[in-house]
């Protein structure tokens, strides 16, 4: 009777420890984290934004009724995983791929990007660099015969039903963060801004023509160099993610970042614990999502 108790237990941990190693695995991983649950999504008018895992870059997919807008396309390493990734959901055509400026974490990728996908409209900063990754970038650009447009502050596009505005662009070689291209977006009731690695100086600059946003994705990975209170004070955005790479070696983000947001109760996600972040909306309710995706050179 002993040993059949005995055997009993043994099993009994064998199931705990297998439960056990289970279910970190999926915390770990986090397939899924709904912010609000069974929101009403019109599958004819819909906006899904994917926050790309790519480590310690930038890259965002914004999906419109099947149109497609990329804001920057991570390392270069980075390049063929998102090609594969974004072939696996459908995606044949951007209306509009954005580098917000010439920094190999911002525009690695974009070259796999030109060569595999029709692009209507590429944009990006004035900003020339002997940088093999925007010397790669022309010539993708210059073979695939897609022309390479300068927006100028204020400028407005449209994509389906979202309303994009420009609201800063320069072409200071001496500060190449600081120039780059900051979006806001509009989708009927929601507000969206897109920052790049933009500075505190920069935030300065755009003040009076900030409102307040939804959906903030973070300057600069976190850096202490953006956000300012003054800034988070004016966009008081409801949620905010940060592009990051996991044990980056900048030790980004900043804990003074995390306090800004913290203090005005902004909910925070994170592309280095969460892996890409899905972002979906009627344009009234969003609800966020993450998903592991194989984007991410580390």
């Known amino acids: 009777m002993k040993n059949k108790y005995n055997i009993i237990f043994f099993l009994l941990i064998i199931v705990f420890i297998a439960s056990y190693l289970y279910y970190s695995k999926s915390i770990d991983i986090k397939e899924e984290i709904p912010i609000k649950e ?8 819909y906006l899904k934004i994917y926050f790309m895992d790519v480590g310690q870059a930038d890259c965002i997919l914004i999906d419109n009724n099947k149109n497609y807008v990329l804001i920057d396309g991570g390392n270069t390493i980075d390049g063929k995983k998102l090609v594969k990734y974004f072939k696996s959901i ?19 990728g974009l070259n796999f990007i030109i060569y595999n996908f ?19 970038m022309l010539n993708a650009l210059e ?6 447009e300068i927006p100028n502050i ?11 505005k420009v609201l800063y662009i320069d072409d200071n070689t001496e ?6 291209i900051v979006l806001e977006m509009n989708y009927k009731d929601t507000n969206y801004l897109f920052t790049a690695d933009t500075t505190t100086d920069t935030e300065k600059k755009i003040l009076d023509s900030l409102n307040e946003v939804d959906v903030l994705k973070v300057a600069h ?24 790479g996991k044990d980056n070696e900048y030790g980004y983000p900043k804990q003074v970042v995390l306090d800004k947001l913290n203090e005005l109760n902004t909910k925070v996600y994170r592309t280095d614990e969460l892996s890409t ?15 592991y995706t194989d984007t991410n050179k580390e």
Do not use: C, M, R
């Open 175 to 180: 500060d190449i963060n600081a120039s780059s």
């Open 221 to 244: 990975h976190g850096s202490q160099y953006a956000s300012s209170a003054q800034f988070l004070l004016k966009t008081k955005p409801k949620y905010a993610i940060i592009s990051v």
């Open 277 to 291: 972040i899905i972002l979906s909306s009627n344009g009234k309710d969003i609800e966020i999502t993450n998903k």
């Open 90 to 108: 459908g995606i044949e055509k951007f209306d509009y791929v954005i580098g917000t400026h010439p920094h190999e974490d911002h525009i690695g």
């Open 118 to 136: 029709k692009i209507d409209h590429f944009l990006t900063t004035n900003i020339k660099t002997d940088y093999k990754s925007y010397t790669n």
């Open 38 to 45: 069974n929101i009403e999504i019109n599958k004819e008018d």
């Open 143 to 148: 073979n695939e015969n897609i022309k390479l």
């Open 154 to 164: 204020n400028d407005t596009f449209k994509v389906n039903n979202l309303l994009f």
